[in-house]
């Protein structure tokens, strides 16, 4: 990388940087979809510790992300060395972080194809997307609905009381399971929960 007097690169390094600083926010982009689309279902793929690793990995990809999204916007020109060196180091963190994404969910899709997975927790987790939106499902909450039968939806969101920070900034399922359909429908009352959001995990939606 050449530079120049008062620590100002040349116009050919300037350019180079912007190249690959927005080739990476292209590749960051992508990333961040495929991600989004796997939080989805992953619990039906992943151990629980490797659900939580991979959302502590995935949380520090994307805060990174808008690291090198903040560098960008400040960029001047002619850039400075220290803007380049900035830019250069997170580029380099972000890229370790999508290799060890992409580990877990190469070893995903192996476990798929090897029909390696919880084949009743991923027909449920399609069932539940058809009845409500969310970004991520409880770990526990969905475990434990896999051996009730009634259960009443909600999302959280993070100015709620009950949200889990290892979910942050997700909009997180959370689910409540009941044995019968008189204690659903009697905590949904007190609750204040309209009907649509209690499903029977047997026979659908009630």
């Known amino acids: 990388m050449a530079i120049v007097e008062d620590e100002w690169m040349t116009d050919d390094g300037a350019i180079s940087l912007i190249k690959a600083a927005n080739e990476m926010l292209d590749y960051c ?22 659900y939580y690793d991979f959302l502590d990995l995935y949380k520090r990809f994307d805060n990174n992300y808008g690291i090198l999204e903040s560098l960008i916007s400040q960029l001047t020109h002619p850039a400075t060395i220290l803007q380049a060196v900035s830019v250069s180091a997170i580029i380099k963190e972000i890229q370790r972080n999508i290799d060890e994404l992409v580990q877990i969910m190469e070893l995903s899709n192996d476990r798929m194809e090897s029909e390696q997975i919880d084949i009743h927790m991923a027909h449920l987790i399609e069932q539940l997307s058809d ?23 909600s999302v959280l969101d ?10 942050y900034p997700m909009n997180v399922l959370h689910i409540k399971s009941f044995d019968t359909k008189l204690e659903a429908y009697t905590y949904a009352l007190e609750h204040g929960i309209s009907k649509d959001f209690i499903l029977n995990r047997l026979v659908h939606s009630l």
């Open 29 to 50: 982009e992508l990333c961040e979809s495929k991600g989004n689309e796997f939080i989805k279902i992953a619990n039906c793929i992943l151990s629980r510790q490797e």
């Open 131 to 153: 009845v409500i939106d969310f970004d991520a499902i409880n770990y526990d909450d969905l475990s434990e609905a896999m051996t009730h039968t009634f259960m009443i939806l």
């Open 158 to 167: 993070i100015f709620d009381d009950a949200y889990q920070q290892a979910y």
